[in-house]
């Protein structure tokens, strides 16, 4: 009955995967500590100051959950049909949060960036602090003392059901 079950869920772990390329493991939906440790490190080898390195921890479409890693300042954005859920992980932050984009750009289809933020209100970030950010609404993060690492949850908008 053991070697049953043992051929059973190999077979129902094997077979669906034949012809498909394998998924990254950071895409997975369900990453340990040390997965999420592994990428600070990676993160902290690869980020220059006035850089976010970005990387998925989760993935359930349409949801991702990614590691943000953040050395100094870096550019404002918005994200038009996203939310953003944040706990920070490591370091503390002001987030300026709101006023409007200066010198704004597109980045892609769904963000815009820009070189400051007027007008916003400043928020006093560290470890273990959530904040959620409102779709449209400009942001920016200025690291204090050191690196910024930090979860982000993008929460996108529902399409409305076709009536």
Request: proline content about 9%; charged content about 15%.
């Amino acid at each position: 009955m053991r070697m049953k079950l043992l051929v059973v869920g190999f077979l129902m772990a094997v077979v669906p995967v034949f012809g498909q390329a394998p998924a990254p493991a950071a895409m997975a939906n369900m990453a340990t500590s040390a997965d999420v440790q592994k990428l600070i490190a990676k993160a902290r080898a690869e980020a220059k100051p006035g850089e976010m390195k970005s990387y998925p921890i989760v993935s359930l479409a349409p949801y991702t959950v990614g590691l943000e890693y953040r050395v100094g300042p870096v550019a404002p954005m918005l994200h038009e049909k996203q939310a953003e859920l944040v706990y920070v992980i490591e370091g503390s932050a002001t987030l300026t949060v709101g006023g409007s984009l200066v010198g704004e750009k597109r980045t892609n289809a769904t963000n815009l960036g820009g070189m400051a933020i007027q007008g916003g209100t400043d928020y006093a970030l560290s470890k273990g602090d959530f904040f959620f950010i409102p779709e449209k609404t400009a942001h920016v993060w200025t690291p204090k003392g050191g690196p910024l690492v930090t979860m982000s949850f993008h929460l996108p908008r529902p399409v409305p059901a076709a009536q």
